[in-house]
Each structure stands twice: as C-alpha cells, then as structure tokens.
C-alpha cells in the first residue's frame, strides 16, 4: 500500500466515488467524519457498501475506522461491518499494543459467527493520538499477527497535548510531533509492518504534500494517508520506485546472488552487506517486483 484515503462512512455518493480515486487502500470512516447522531446510518451506508464491493484485485483495499476502543461504540461497529467481510479494521487512538489483542479478539469472536477464516480481517492502528500513546509504540512488537500497519498523526495529540498548534511559522511540525512521528516509524520497524505517515491537511497545496511525502518515504514510511482524491495520484508517485531506483535494486539483489548470498559483496566497487540487500528487496516488492519480498516482512 502506498496511498490510503479517508472517506466518510455516511456518504453511499462519496463511498462509491472513492473507488475511483486510484488509493490503494480506502478507509472507511466510522469515527471523527461522522456527527454523534450519524453513527447508525453510518455503519448501514458503510455495511452495504462493503456487501457489494467485488473481490480483490479489481477494487482497493478496503478498510474501516472504527471508534475508539474508550469510546463505547467499537461493539456497535463490529456488529454492523465485519460480517460484510471488509480487509480490515483501522484501530484510532490506540495506546499500546494490548489495545490490538483486545481488538483481534473482538474480530475473533464475530468472525467465528459470521463463518469468515479466523485471522481473515487485518489490523492497522493509528498509534500517536494520545499522550500515553508515545510511551507505549514499542508494544506493538508480536502483539497480534492481525497487526498490519501503524500510523501517526498530530491533530488528536495536539488537542491531548494542549498545544496552541502543531505547526511552526514555516508550516514544519513542531517537536513533540515530529517525536510521534520517529517513534511510530521505529515501533512499525519493529513490529516488522508497513509505517503509514499522517494526513497533510491543506488539500491546495500539492507541493507542500509532495514535499513531507519525500520526506517520509527517505526516513522509511512505506505508504501515506489522504484526506481527499486529489491528494491520491502525488502520494501514489512519491512511493512507487523509480526505474532507476528498481534497476539499481535489481542490480544489488542479482550481486549477492552471484556470491551465493552471502553476507557481503562488492558493487561498483562498493561494499555491500545485509542491509543493502533488505533495503534492495523493500524497493522490489514496493515496485510489485516478483523478486523475493523483504525479509522483514515489511511492504
């Protein structure tokens, strides 16, 4: 996944035109999209959505934020939605890694009674939204094999937080967010899942979404959340390798082959070791290369 695209849960119009916005993920949003008194007709919007959706590969992945597990409605959500079998369930304001246990076992049990393969409804978590949440994003590490991603993101901390803003005069993430954003890119590393970087709110500014895009695919997050369809096609170009970043990926996977895979070769003149060849296969498998797929398991 490169591009996931939020999409009110109360809008059938704004659900099926998403479909075509070119994400590869779609979220389908129970949570801060909807008003209080729109719950119910939510999750009876997004329920027959998901029922007549086609099956993989012809359409994104489609997945659902669902209310925080505080808040009381999770149940009502579950209940509604994973019956209609959606690809998975996206976890907001989750603390630590026992809130993904708590929820796989909640998928569990309505998997069981809606006869769907137990395992079959995959997790991502949204890991930043608290203040106790910074102290807890190396939990995620082997809590759940549903775990299938962690994202961050600044506005619900800030509020947490009491901040005036999360923003500097020059439009940069002041500290404390940008902590949240270094300690969910090492809690997904070592949870061996694909970081997902936050939403970039100005939906006019291209280049300014282009431009924390680079920035988040150099330091290591594998894909980036949209809050609307235009912002899908720049966030899809910034994850999707070059043809020179594939050759020269190609060209390092074919060198440690060539040496019976070991430890370390040469390039170019160059020493290369096992880090090379992890980052080399990453590129590989973010290109849809048929090579052999990161060893860590990360996309």
Not at 201 to 213: C, P, Q, S, T, W
Not at 245 to 266: I, L
């Amino acid at each position: 996944m490169r591009s996931l695209l939020f999409v009110p849960g109360d809008s059938p119009r704004k659900l099926a035109k998403a479909l075509e916005a070119g994400a590869d993920a779609l979220i389908l949003d129970l949570e801060d999209s909807v008003a209080p008194d729109g719950k119910a007709a939510a999750r009876d919007a997004t329920a027959g959505f998901l029922r007549e959706a086609v099956p993989l590969p012809a359409r994104p992945r489609l997945f659902v934020r669902v209310n925080a597990l505080t808040s009381g409605l999770t149940d009502a959500d579950l209940d509604a939605v994973i019956k209609t079998r959606p690809d998975g369930v996206m976890l907001p304001k989750a603390e630590h890694g026992r809130d993904v246990v708590h929820l796989a076992a909640k998928l569990a049990a309505r998997e069981a009674l809606a006869d769907i393969p137990a395992g079959a409804t995959g997790v991502l978590a949204i890991a930043t939204e608290t203040a106790a949440s910074l102290f807890g994003l190396g939990s995620y590490a082997g809590c759940s094999p549903r775990l299938a991603g962690l994202a961050w993101g600044g506005e619900d901390l800030s509020a947490d937080l009491g901040a005036e803003t999360n923003h500097d005069e020059a439009g940069r993430w002041t500290s404390p967010y940008l902590l949240a954003r270094n300690l969910c890119l090492a809690g997904a590393a070592a949870a061996r899942v694909v970081a997902i970087d936050t939403v970039f709110v100005d939906v006019r500014d291209e280049a300014g979404l282009i431009a924390e895009a680079e920035a988040a695919r150099r330091d290591g997050f594998s894909a980036k959340m949209a809050i609307h369809p235009g912002q899908v096609a720049p966030i899809n170009a910034v994850f999707t390798p070059s043809a020179a970043a594939v050759a020269e990926a190609e060209r390092v996977v074919a060198a440690f082959a060539a040496a019976g895979d070991a430890g370390v070769t040469t390039l170019d003149g160059k020493m290369l070791d096992r880090p090379h060849l992890l980052r080399a296969r990453r590129v590989l498998e973010r290109a849809g290369s048929k090579d052999t797929p990161a060893a860590d398991g990360r996309g």
